[in-house]
């Protein structure tokens, strides 16, 4: 999916440097940050993702089966 | 047009919301049902005839040649077992018969590394009531019909 997504999911993340680490597992971005209160769920929703769900400091990003390629997307923003 | 959507393990039938992850339970990225697997190790099998899209140690997702992408995913959190435990049988791209052997995987070993080993069957980006045929709870061989798509 060549679009702005990733850079889109990006920013609405805390950028480059809130990112410890972003672990694609088939339809969920797993995303470690160094500050989870940064996430901007409504510009998420905007963007079009499936969901946001937060597991300690773990955010996870539901964007549907692309979620390899928008992770790949994401490493090469980085 | 319907297609018929395959169990790729052996166990018990339980509804999406008993699975303990809130994407899967919420049907986020879409309806389905889950197995509970036998804790025999075994081999997940492909629940419908079409191409391995997407494929993960631990999960995979087969579309079907008109476009519709079954995702079987083997435990919960298992991502994070970085592949261990996970034999593949197959490569990404590669066509498989519905019933083929995908993935092998040891059940028993998830449960005994604290996770749970409950397979999620999606029908992803499916409408909410577009799964018919549904399966109930109780036992299921691997390649019974778990449920029917209807597209």
């Not at chain 1, 499936?50 to 539901?62: C, E, L, P, S, T």
């Not at chain 2, 919301?17 to 809130?22: A, G, N």
């Not at chain 2, 409950?118 to 045929?133: F, K, M, Q, R, T």
Request: one cysteine or more; aromatic letters at 2%.
């Amino acid at each position: 999916m060549a679009d702005d997504r990733a850079a889109k999911i990006l920013a609405a993340i805390g950028g480059p440097d809130n990112i410890i680490e972003i672990e694609p597992c088939i339809t969920r971005l797993r995303c470690e940050l160094e500050d989870g209160g940064k996430v901007d769920e409504a510009a998420l929703k905007a963007i079009g993702v499936h969901g946001v769900v937060r597991a300690g400091g773990v955010v996870q990003i539901i964007v549907g089966p692309e979620a390899d390629t928008i992770a790949s997307d994401i490493e090469d923003l980085l | 047009m319907t297609l018929r959507v395959l169990s790729p393990v052996a166990g018990q039938v339980i509804p999406l919301t008993d699975v303990p992850d809130p994407v899967f339970a919420q049907a986020m990225v879409g309806p389905g049902v889950a197995v509970r697997p036998e804790s025999a190790a075994g081999d997940a099998v492909s629940p419908v005839d079409g191409t391995v899209v997407t494929l993960h140690p631990h999960a995979f997702v087969v579309a079907t040649a008109d476009g519709a992408a079954v995702l079987v995913h083997l435990g919960i959190d298992t991502v994070k077992l970085k592949g261990e435990g996970f034999t593949l049988h197959v490569v990404k791209g590669e066509s498989v018969r519905a019933g083929q052997a995908v993935i092998g995987w040891d059940p028993a070993a998830v449960e005994q590394g604290g996770r749970s080993a409950i397979c999620p069957v999606i029908a992803l980006d499916a409408g909410v009531d577009s799964l018919i045929e549904v399966r109930g709870r109780g036992p299921i061989a691997a390649g019974d019909l778990l449920f029917t798509w209807e597209r």
